[in-house]
Every structure is written in C-alpha cells, then in structure tokens.
C-alpha cells in the first residue's frame, strides 16, 4: 500500500489549498480515508475522514472550511482547505483508516506534505 500526498504548500491567511492523495493498487474504493495533521510540538489530530459510503467527519476547527471528497475512479482522496489560518500550519497527512465505535484508526500512513500559512 502506498499513499502519495501532496499539494502542500506556503500560502497566505485567508486563502485556499486543495491537498491531494493518491492511493496505489486500487485500494481507495475499499477504504476509509483520513486526514490528519500534525503541528510543530503538537500531537498528530484527525482533521477529516470519509467512509467508503461517502459519510463525511470534521474535526471542530476545520468544520466549515475545509472539505474532504474522493475519487475512487482516480484512487485520489482531496482536502479542499479554505479560509486558512495561520494555526492551520502543519505537515499534512493521509492515512487509510476504520472506524470502531466512535473512534478513527489509522492503519497506513502516507507521506506527509507541509502546509505553512502565513500573515
């Protein structure tokens, strides 16, 4: 299983970024897929995930700014983010997850792609 991220980048307060994450071996249509992120000297947070039947989560802080969609034809899993704020600065990451009870597991990591919002 790989997963490629990218689409990261610096980009200023107040704008938008669309990360991208591509899965190998068509895996995506089988999975549930996360985003996370993971600050500088902060815990790595769950900041949105997707079922395979297309239920959408959103941590508190992005809620109402970034969106989460799939692809399953192009094994490719987004991260629409807009509205960015200088607190949205982190390394980005996607991950292949399932969901027992109320909890998101993560079972595979892809890269991480930095994401530095400026002022």
């Known amino acids: 299983v790989q997963l490629q991220a990218s689409g990261g980048g610096l980009v200023q307060a107040g704008k938008s970024l669309k990360l991208s994450c591509r899965a190998s071996?068509?895996?995506?249509?089988?999975?549930?897929m996360g985003w996370y992120r993971q600050a500088p000297g902060k815990e790595r947070e769950l900041v949105a995930d997707?079922?395979?039947?297309?239920?959408?989560t959103y941590a508190d802080s992005v809620k109402g700014r970034f969106t989460i969609s799939r692809d399953n034809a192009k094994d490719t899993v987004y991260l629409q983010m807009d509205s960015l704020k200088l607190e949205d600065t982190a390394v980005y990451y996607c991950?292949?997850?399932?969901?027992?009870?109320?909890?998101?597991?993560?079972?595979?990591w892809g890269q991480g792609t930095l994401v530095t919002v400026s002022s």
């Open positions: 997707c079922t395979i039947g297309g239920v959408k």
């Open positions: 071996g068509r895996i995506l249509s089988l999975n549930s």
């Open positions: 991950a292949i997850v399932h969901t027992l009870g109320q909890y998101v597991i993560p079972d595979y």
